[in-house]
């Protein structure tokens, strides 16, 4: 969080559109006899079971009863933004071997091809059809291929486009088979209503069900899943078995966990509401939201966090807090009322935490001295002042990977294996009380999807995805993590398109990351496992004035309702539904309040 207004961390990327041009002439296929074993191959190219067999990019695709070419269904591809409507599927063909491509379409832009044909890949498209016209291409096998991709889609920016009957003639490969049993299957997280599973990924799998005392729990995309609903103190059995549009594997071999006797779990703060608003109060600086004392904090808030805690140097380690200046806030408590005030909030059941870091507190915990220096100094903070835990709010330079440290589970640099010792070490001094709440930006943690580090060759930024090692070493001591869904470039979500801050869809994907889990860098041997839907909330600014990508109070709703009812989730199909959702946080207690408290009436209006 910064004092004053700054830049995003990096810049947006451009988009450049260009033109695919077909000459006369320019493709020329010729006309394949089929043989007397040639067969159409395509699966439900008529979307008549809707869209099993089929992928469609971001939720785009639908299927409709009218218009239609045949039978009672065809395909409605809509794009949208970024998203060009791509709907496709997976096919078991025979190496060295012709096939024709066919499908009628109709609408705006539209596109018929197949990629990995592992000789020359193939397309046609039409820039408009009023009526059903037939699309037809052909292409011939690579001497090792056995797969293909079919897919028709639209173009940017323009109108919806049907297709149906879609067909893939030629000599079928060998029958598809289940995926293998998973294997891995292991417990992570522990509550007292939930555990979180987590097991490898298994090559052909489209997707995995999890199974719960041998009866079918529910059903994912990814490598990892949290069951909840469950009863204290109890002891459950889990398997999963791996699933694709031939059927689904052999159940794994069982696991066992025990839920704990009471709530809580993942840190801290077993006592905070459902659902919490956490925000921070600029205590130690002035800006132009002005100064707010903290006995004049709404009830609305549920964590106080105190900006900032900052170090004596970057690499000190050595953290000093104190009360703006009466120069620069003229209207501040005493020390002794503001303590007065903290126990009052926390008589209240409220939680007052200290935050390091912001944008201006650079902290890089490079040696075992900076380290302890960090521990000592943090604990006389929380003493000093009756606080009930610590945020961390490292963004800039503090964090970064070394070149070579390229896996999270294991990391290997100084200032972030050092900064989990130190936060190891003061949750062991507090106690299971201990609250710990981190605040990172888009740029450290959901970048990560796409790059972690300096990457395996070096040359890219060291710090993208660096907080993912802090966050995963420490996720069972963690209460909260609220991402910074602001000051961000576009970031690419697990539909594998980019998302822009400011509206629903941004903070839909980027939470979806996080309670569905992910690939790091794109290896499914290196999976970021999820987070249960408690320890996360939304990170937002609460005026124009606090951040880059300021988001309406309606779309902060459609973002409540996608993911904690899958409800108003426009284009975006996230990969569960997590009513636990913890909350909301802002930047900040004092900008809300020079905007009229409109995010936390809204929050207040919101969740009751």
């Known amino acids: 969080m910064e004092r004053t207004r700054r830049p995003a961390l990096y810049p947006?990327?451009?988009?450049?559109?260009?033109?695919?041009?077909?000459?006369?002439?320019?493709?020329?296929?010729?006309?394949?006899?089929?043989r007397a074993a040639d067969a159409d191959i395509?699966?439900?190219?008529?979307?008549?079971?809707g869209l099993t067999g089929w992928s469609c990019t971001a939720g785009s695709g639908a299927v409709v009863t009218t218009p239609v070419h045949g039978g009672s269904g065809a395909l409605k591809g809509t794009p949208a933004g970024s998203d060009n409507a791509k709907c496709s599927q997976t096919l078991t063909v025979k190496p060295d071997s012709a096939y024709t491509l066919s499908s009628w379409v109709r609408g705006g832009y539209v596109y018929l091809g197949a990629s990995g044909t592992g000789?020359?890949?193939?397309?046609?498209?039409?820039?408009?059809?009023?009526?059903?016209?037939k699309l037809t291409t052909s292409f011939r096998t690579g001497p090792s291929?056995?797969?293909?991709?079919?897919?028709?889609h639209g173009w940017y920016g323009t109108p919806a486009y049907y297709a149906d009957d879609l067909t893939l003639v030629g000599p079928g490969g060998a029958p598809e088979q289940p995926p293998a049993v998973p294997t891995g299957l292991r417990a992570g997280t522990v509550t007292s209503t939930s555990v979180a599973l987590s097991w490898a990924p298994v090559t052909g799998a489209t997707g995995y069900t999890v199974y719960r005392g041998g009866a079918r729990a529910l059903d994912v995309s990814g490598t990892s899943a949290t069951v909840t609903g469950l009863s204290p103190a109890t002891a459950y059995s889990f398997q999963v078995a791996a699933t694709n549009a031939t059927g689904a594997s052999t159940l794994s071999p069982a696991v066992t966990a025990t839920t704990s006797a009471s709530g809580g779990g993942g840190g801290g703060g077993a006592d905070l509401p459902a659902h919490a608003l956490v925000g921070y109060l600029h205590s130690s600086f002035a800006n132009g939201s002005g100064y707010t004392r903290m006995a004049d904090v709404p009830a609305s808030w549920d964590v106080i966090n105190l900006a900032f805690g900052e170090p004596t140097s970057v690499t000190s380690g050595d953290i000093r807090f104190s009360l703006?200046?009466?120069?620069?806030?003229?209207?501040?408590?005493?020390a002794a009322e503001f303590k007065a005030?903290?126990?009052?909030?926390?008589?209240?059941?409220k939680k007052v935490l200290i935050s390091i870091g912001g944008a201006n507190g650079q902290v890089q915990l490079s040696t075992t001295g900076a380290r302890d220096a960090f521990v000592s100094s943090v604990s006389k903070i929380i003493d000093e002042y009756g606080l009930d835990g610590l945020d961390i709010d490292f963004e800039g330079h503090?964090?970064?990977?070394?070149?070579?440290?390229?896996d999270f589970r294991n990391p290997t640099t100084p200032v972030v294996v050092n900064l989990i010792s130190a936060i190891k070490t003061l949750k062991a001094k507090y106690g299971a009380d201990f609250v710990l709440t981190m605040a990172p930006e888009t740029f450290f943690v959901q970048l990560g999807y796409q790059f972690y580090g300096s990457g395996p060759w070096g040359g890219q930024d060291p710090?993208?995805?660096?907080?993912?090692?802090?966050?995963?070493a420490l996720r069972d001591d963690l209460t909260l993590l609220h991402v910074q869904d602001y000051n961000s470039g576009p970031i690419m979500g697990l539909d594998n398109q980019y998302h822009s801050m400011g509206g629903a869809d941004f903070h839909i994907a980027m939470t979806d990351m996080l309670l569905t889990g992910f690939p790091v860098a794109g290896d499914t041997t290196k999976v970021f496992p999820a987070l249960r839907p408690d320890q996360v909330a939304i990170g937002l600014p609460a005026s124009t004035q606090a951040g880059n990508g300021h988001t309406s109070p309606a779309e902060v709703n459609k973002a409540l309702n996608c993911l904690t009812k899958k409800t108003d989730c426009g284009s975006y199909q996230t990969h569960g539904t997590g009513p636990a959702l913890r909350g909301l946080m802002t930047w900040s207690i004092n900008w809300d309040r020079f905007n009229q408290w409109e995010f936390s009436r809204n929050f207040d209006a919101y969740f009751g």
């Open 12 to 34: 947006r990327p451009v988009a450049a559109l260009a033109a695919a041009v077909l000459t006369a002439g320019g493709l020329v296929a010729a006309a394949q006899t089929a």
């Open 42 to 49: 395509a699966r439900n190219g008529g979307f008549e079971s």
């Open 119 to 133: 000789t020359t890949d193939v397309s046609t498209w039409t820039q408009s059809a009023s009526d059903w016209q």
């Open 145 to 152: 291929t056995t797969s293909v991709t079919v897919y028709t």
């Open 324 to 334: 703006c200046p009466v120069a620069e806030c003229p209207n501040v408590e005493s």
């Open 341 to 349: 005030a903290i126990k009052a909030k926390q008589a209240a059941g």
């Open 398 to 406: 503090s964090l970064s990977l070394n070149t070579g440290d390229t």
């Open 463 to 472: 710090r993208a995805g660096s907080y993912l090692p802090v966050i995963h």
